[in-house]
C-alpha cells in the first residue's frame, strides 16, 4: 500500500529558532499534501494544503507566515515551523493520497514538536 | 463545511467484550476512513469505506451513505485496542476532516 514517511518523529527546539519537517510519498507521487495539527487530547485540524509547483493554501485562523510549505516535487512536502514559541508546541502529521491506485489517505508517523 | 460527529467519546470495556462506535456526518461524502491512533500517536488506517461494509478480524465496518452515517465494531476487545478511533471523511475529494474521536480503555 501507500506509504507516508515522515521526519523527523521527534525534535525540541529553543524558543525563536525554526524547525522544518519532512513528509515524504515513498511508493507514489503526491500532486497534493496535507498538514495537520493535533493539540493533546483534541482530534486533528487541517493546517494547510500543499500543492506541488504552487503555493499552499492554508485554513482559516493558521498564518502562513509562520507556518511556511514548501512542495518541490512530487514525493516531498516541507513544513518549517518559523520563530517556534511554546505555543506551537504540538503534534504534526502529514498525509498524502494515492490517487493512482485508488487508496484513502495515508498518514506520516506525526512529529512531535515541543518548544522550550 | 462538513461535521463529523462520533459517538460516545470515551468508552470503557472489560477485555473481551464487544462494542459499536458511531460517525454521523452532515453532507454526502467521497471518502470516509476509520483510523486508531495508538499511544506513540501513529494514525493507523482500520478501513476505508466510504459505503458498504468491510471485515477484518476481530473488526468490521458499515457505512450507510444514504443516511449518513458509519459504525466501527469491535468483538472480543483486547487490551491493544485501546487509543483513540477517528472518523475521518472527505466530502471535496481534496482532503480529510477528523470528528472529535472516541477514546478506548480496555481493561483486563
Known amino acids: 500500500g501507500a506509504v507516508v514517511s515522515q521526519h523527523p518523529s521527534r525534535v525540541i527546539c529553543k524558543s525563536g529558532t525554526s524547525v522544518k519537517i519532512e513528509c515524504r510519498s515513498l511508493d507514489f507521487q503526491a500532486t497534493t499534501m496535507f498538514w495537520y495539527r493535533q493539540f493533546p487530547k483534541q482530534s486533528l485540524m487541517l493546517m494547510a494544503t500543499?500543492?506541488?509547483?504552487?503555493?499552499?493554501?492554508?485554513e482559516q485562523g493558521v498564518e502562513k507566515d509562520k507556518f511556511l510549505i514548501n512542495h518541490a516535487s512530487l514525493t516531498l512536502s516541507t513544513l518549517t515551523v518559523t520563530s517556534a514559541h511554546p505555543e506551537d508546541s504540538s503534534f504534526y502529521i502529514c498525509?498524502?493520497?494515492?490517487?493512482?491506485?485508488?487508496?484513502?489517505?495515508?498518514f506520516g508517523s506525526g512529529t512531535r514538536l515541543t518548544v522550550v | 463545511g462538513i461535521q463529523v460527529e462520533q459517538s460516545p467519546p470515551d468508552l470503557i470495556l472489560q477485555e473481551g467484550a464487544n462494542s459499536t462506535l458511531r460517525c454521523n456526518f452532515s453532507d454526502s461524502v467521497n471518502n470516509l476512513q476509520w483510523f486508531h491512533q495508538n499511544p506513540w500517536g501513529q494514525l493507523i488506517n482500520l478501513f476505508y469505506i466510504p459505503s458498504g461494509t468491510k471485515q477484518n478480524g476481530r473488526l468490521s465496518a458499515t457505512t450507510v451513505a444514504t443516511e449518513r452515517y458509519s459504525l466501527l465494531y469491535i468483538s472480543s476487545s483486547q487490551t491493544t485496542d485501546s487509543g483513540v478511533y477517528f472518523c475521518a471523511v472527505d466530502y471535496n475529494n481534496n482532503d480529510m476532516r477528523f470528528g472529535a474521536g472516541t477514546r478506548l480503555t480496555v481493561k483486563p
Open positions: 498525509s498524502a493520497r494515492d490517487r493512482k491506485r485508488g487508496y484513502g489517505y495515508t
Open positions: 500543499s500543492n506541488e509547483g504552487s503555493k499552499a493554501t492554508y
